[in-house]
């Protein structure tokens, strides 16, 4: 079972990828993607899982998926390429896996990274040279997607306000791990840094909310994380 970042239990949305073991073709032809397809929908529809955008490539494939249930991701992904494993090894008479690993997921937190989500995945047929634009590639939702009210239909907290719980949420995951207290981050430059370099060099949070939530200057904040 692939293992989630601590962080990923406070979103419901999530960039899901397969890719096909060894890097090799998993889906020959477009029967086999049509395949991968209908079972997509035919199993969220037994999950707790809504499909907002799909793009499936010849070895490899992307799912942005909606769930309340971070379990059920797991569930889904797990059942969905389990299903298509047994349909290609039956299908081309061979056995061993088909996808290297079970998958990859990223968390979807705010809504410029939902929109920058759904873009990356329909223009992937046209960053490999498939096609010039986006809905030219028939194995991707990106025509009905262009048809739906995203914007009114997946809202998000405002962008500060969400990076803001974020940074806090990462804070109290780090002071737990080290079983010290927030005051204990003044007087241990060490230990202050190792956390910049999580907030800032691992998940882009601005030093300007760093050093809001954590009540320090900003310029000694800056001078840490740059040293």
Not at 26 to 34: A, G, L, R, V
Not at 93 to 114: A, M, N, P, T
Not at 194 to 214: P, Q, V
């Amino acid at each position: 079972m692939p293992r989630f970042p601590r962080n990923h239990i406070k979103t419901t949305f999530f960039h899901a990828i397969t890719q096909g073991i060894d890097k090799s073709y998993i889906f020959q032809n477009s029967e086999d993607i049509k395949y991968y397809i209908k079972s997509i929908y035919n199993i969220s529809k037994e999950q707790n899982v809504k499909i907002i955008a799909y793009c499936i490539m010849n070895n490899h494939a992307h799912i942005l998926i909606q769930t309340q249930n971070i379990s059920e991701l797991s569930k889904y992904m797990q059942r969905l390429n389990t299903k298509y494993g047994r349909y290609y090894n039956t299908k081309y008479g061979r056995v061993g896996y088909v996808f290297k690993d079970r998958y990859k997921s990223e968390g979807i937190y705010s809504q410029k990274h939902l929109y920058n989500c759904i873009r990356y995945i329909h223009n992937n047929p046209v960053k490999a040279g498939i096609c010039t634009k986006p809905d030219e590639y028939p194995y991707s939702n990106y025509k009905k997607i262009e048809n739906d009210n995203i914007e009114e239909d997946y809202q998000f907290l405002d962008i500060d306000e969400d990076e803001m719980k974020k940074c806090t949420n990462l804070i109290t995951d780090f002071l737990i791990k080290n079983n010290i207290k927030e005051t204990d981050l003044k007087t241990n430059r060490k230990i202050l840094r190792e956390l910049l370099m999580i907030l800032k060099g691992k998940h882009n949070i601005s030093l300007r909310k760093i050093a809001e939530k954590l009540n320090l200057n900003r310029e000694t904040i800056r001078k840490l994380y740059k040293s």
